[in-house]
């Protein structure tokens, strides 16, 4: 495949979007970035166009591929992301990460592209009926969000039907860690995910660190995750990208490690990286969080061959690495 070839990535001056504009770069691909900077940094992306406009602006979505008509593919990170604030606001999330898709999909079919590769999560199939997860689960989700995603799929599948669209959501776990040169990282303000909590806590900048929950049927009573490292979730896109152009039809392909951590395994990793013992209070539930979650990623081992080389070590070394050096996020960049 000729890597003249343009790679646009909405959202790729968010978390995942941007060490996958690293990934892309390192592997020779030129990129295009376009992020309305709502909640990414300028800063996250180095060497490579940022073109800064709203997908819910159909026509500044259609000037970037006028502009670029060299456009090979599209991978596609631009989205709200909070699961809470999704079921206190569904039409926020409703408009953004349906009517956002739709514009770019149109823009799309407008300009001839039809390669896209899309970020989706496991939230789609909300709490599991079987474990590992296949992507055969049944969709279930269990807040705005995760339908927000699921609705976005099944757009994506009519313009398959319709305009001949390849598409592949990659449904993602739970993603972490940090790029290894501690030079990105996840910068998202106000932090809800566990790990981003726990730095903040070690940082100083939150008096106290809870974990939700410690009487869930776990082998130690917290809720038990799969997490992925960022750079893992970059290489999966770039294969996904590459399997569509070699002719790959439409699929979904779950990406996660296959094995599930609790939250204290998650906490005591710390404590060994970060070389302190800190102390830990247990808050109440969340309402909505599952049990228990992990991937069974065989199908994109096979069909991608990909694999996910890094573990909860690295992914808490790397995550130190960034906070401990940026506490303040890319404002220290
Ligand atoms: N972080 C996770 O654990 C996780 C898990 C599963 C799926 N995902 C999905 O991965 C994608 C990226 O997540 P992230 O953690 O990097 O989030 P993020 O908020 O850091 O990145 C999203 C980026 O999209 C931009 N954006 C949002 N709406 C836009 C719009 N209308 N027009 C242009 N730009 C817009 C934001 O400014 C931001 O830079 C999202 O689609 C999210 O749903 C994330």
């Given at each position: 495949m000729s890597l003249s070839r343009t790679i646009l990535v909405t959202g790729g001056c968010g978390y995942i979007g941007s060490h996958t504009v690293r990934e892309l770069q390192r592997q020779g691909y030129p990129v295009v970035v376009f992020d309305n900077l709502v909640k990414g940094h300028?800063?996250?992306?180095?060497?490579a166009p940022v073109i800064v406009g709203d997908l819910l602006d159909p026509e500044a979505i259609q000037a970037v591929f006028r502009a670029y008509p060299d456009i090979a593919g599209v991978i596609h990170f631009a989205a709200y992301i909070e699961v809470g604030e999704s079921m206190e606001q569904p039409g926020k999330y409703f408009r953004n990460n349906i009517q956002g898709c739709v514009n770019l999909l149109e823009a799309m079919v407008a300009a001839g592209v039809r390669y896209l590769v899309f970020s989706s999560t496991c939230a789609v199939y909300g709490t599991p009926q079987r474990l590992p997860v296949s992507e055969d689960e049944p969709y279930k989700p269990e807040s705005v969000y995760g339908a927000s995603k699921r609705m976005a799929e099944e757009v994506m599948a009519w313009y398959d039907r319709t305009k001949g669209i390849r598409f592949t959501p990659l449904r993602y776990f739970n993603a972490a860690g940090a790029s290894f040169d501690g030079a990105i990282g996840d910068a998202y303000k106000p932090a809800s995910r566990l790990i981003p909590r726990l730095m903040e806590y070690l940082l100083g900048q939150r008096e106290e660190f809870f974990i939700?929950?410690?009487?869930?049927?776990?082998p130690d009573g917290t809720c038990i995750r799969d997490y992925i490292h960022v750079d893992d979730l970059a290489t999966a896109h770039i294969a996904a990208l590459e399997y569509l152009w070699a002719g790959g039809e439409s699929m979904a392909f779950n990406l996660g490690t296959g094995r599930g951590a609790s939250n204290l395994e998650v906490v005591n990793m710390v404590r060994e990286v970060v070389g302190r013992d800190f102390e830990v209070k247990f808050g109440p539930r969340r309402p909505g969080d599952a049990t228990q979650i992990w991937a069974d990623n065989t199908r994109a081992r096979r069909v991608l061959g990909w694999e996910p080389r890094y573990g909860l070590r690295e992914i808490i070394e790397t995550d130190w690495l960034w906070h401990s050096t940026h506490p303040h996020g890319f404002e220290d960049a």
């Open positions: 300028r800063a996250a992306v180095r060497d939700n929950g410690n009487d869930y049927p776990t």
